[in-house]
């Protein structure tokens, strides 16, 4: 019998109970509550992406073991256009017929019970895919730049926080010197970059006056060029996913590369900051459904003085209360997709600078929300399995890790509630 988590260490739970465990049947419980949510059409696309996760995990023999390298997986992935599907794409001849933050959302729900390191190693891709969308100008290089990440051929990252400049992410200490040719030259530190280390292709903010937020530029980076130096930051909450601490030393971006000159970066930073904190909000509901199909799951297979512990009110309250939590959420999130694609399709695919401005307060809300659920539920629907939720034979333990992030990772807790105050008082002050 195939057991969810191959590993060196001894199994601790039943083969009955894993393979009660299977990525179909945890994809089946979700299905059974996303239909009510989700159109027809919704459905079909969600299951179309499941089964290709089913059909991968199966055919390559993927048990998601510690030695397994997340990376291998992105080429087959990006090839179905399952690394992103924010956008149609059609400037590098995907012309995916659906796509949008709804689709991502689909995405996510799937990948996030395919295995959450792959999704969230995935999501940072698209950090990098989405600049380099919005400012290409059709330019060949950034073109082949974001077709390489859309098709999976590598992998990029983001490069905003630095080792001094995390919260405080405007006031950047990396410089960039404009050149006569139109080139720059940058130098400075990054850090906490996920992806960095193994990407191809970096997407960096620097600034022509260091602490100067209006004098930010963004740059496409490609790390072959002279000058990238990266190390390997361990976060033992992700230990699939490599992040990096960069040194750029004279890194020359040529002109082509440069996607926002002096004075744009900070307009680019904030345009790219709703999608951004909505595909985490989107990221965290998926762990979190992750993390009750497992409970469920679990509770009404395993047996306690002599009964499924789901009968005892204890396992099976708190599991209803995690799902209400789950549920209502996702219903919020899928609105939110929903009336954000609404306005791209309105606005020809790019959103004027008001409208994005006045979705801030709610991407921040999201953001928060979905980032203390998936801390919440993750805890405790691990907590439900007791000490099998612990072990290494299932992906409960990567989903209770990574849950851990989401609090910090795309702006903390704290960051997202003083932004929602602040778009408070300016509520107040307009009335
Ligand atoms: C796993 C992981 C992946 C990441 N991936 C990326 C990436 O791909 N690209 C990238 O650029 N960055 C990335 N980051 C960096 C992340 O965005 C920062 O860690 C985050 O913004 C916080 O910055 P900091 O760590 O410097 O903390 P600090 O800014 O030093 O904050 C420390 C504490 O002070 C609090 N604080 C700071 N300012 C205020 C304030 N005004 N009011 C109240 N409290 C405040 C914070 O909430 C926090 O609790 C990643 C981080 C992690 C851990």
Redesign the pocket.
Known sequence: MKKMQKTKYAQAINDEILEKLSLKNRYGFMNANLSTLMSEKQMSILNKIQEFCMNYEKENNITHSAEEDIYDYIPAFGKEGYVCRVHKFDEIDMNFQDFGLTVELLRSLALSQFDPQFLMMCN?TV?AINPIKHHHDNVPARLEALKDLVTGKAPG?????EPE?????THQLTTCDPQEDGSYVLNGD?I????APKAKWAVAYASEVQNNPGKLAQFLINTEWEGWNCERVY?PW?PK?H?GKEKLVNLKVPKEYVLGGTGKGREHLFEGLVPERIMIGIENVSEAWAAISYGLIYANARKQFNTPIMNFQGVSLLLSELWARTNSLTYGLMKFCESYDEKMENYGGELPGSVSRALVGSASQFKYMAATLTKDVCYEAANIMGGAGLGDNTLMHDLLNVSR?QE????????QL?IMSGQLGSIVKGL
Request: charged share 15%.
């Open positions: 940072a950090l990252c983001i490069m905003i926080t400049r995390g919260s405080d992410a990054k906490f970059n996920t992806n976060v992700g996913i992040i992030i910090i990772v795309g702006g903390s807790r704290q960051i003083y």
